[in-house]
């Protein structure tokens, strides 16, 4: 099994940057992807960014240009770069070891059962 925390969370005024760690206590790539998800309050959890073991990556339409995941085999860490935050990315960000494909170009993510237990960013003045 893989256990994983996150770290990384706080407040942070609109326009600031985040970096959100997830640290894994076995092989990040255990499946063949990672995965970050928020969940704000009263919104069903949505995938921010994923990626895979080779390296291919995937970011929400409404954070591209703005968030960039990537990953350290040698640390077993996954990354989230926040650049340029808004209110509206106020949520919990949970780290997630799942697996993906290749379809016609673009990564597909499909979540386990495997997640943190989250890290609260708080994007407010």
């Known amino acids: 099994q893989v256990q994983l925390v996150e770290s990384g969370g706080g407040l942070v005024q609109p326009g600031g940057s985040l970096r959100l760690s997830c640290a894994a206590s076995?092989?990040?790539?255990?499946?063949?992807?990672m995965g970050w998800y928020r969940q704000a309050p009263g919104k069903e959890r949505e995938l921010v960014a994923a990626?895979?073991?080779?390296?291919?990556?995937k970011h929400a339409d409404s954070v591209k240009g703005r968030f960039t995941i990537s990953a350290d085999n040698a640390k077993n860490s996954v990354y989230l770069q926040m650049n340029s935050l808004k209110p509206e990315d106020t949520a919990v960000y949970y780290c997630?070891?799942?697996?993906?494909?290749?379809?016609?170009?673009?990564?597909?993510?499909?979540?386990?059962?495997?997640w943190g237990k989250g890290t609260l960013v708080t994007v407010s003045s």
């Open positions: 990626i895979s073991r080779g390296g291919n990556t």
């Open positions: 076995g092989s990040i790539f255990s499946g063949n992807a």
């Open positions: 997630n070891a799942g697996s993906a494909a290749m379809a016609g170009g673009t990564l597909i993510y499909y979540a386990s059962s495997y």
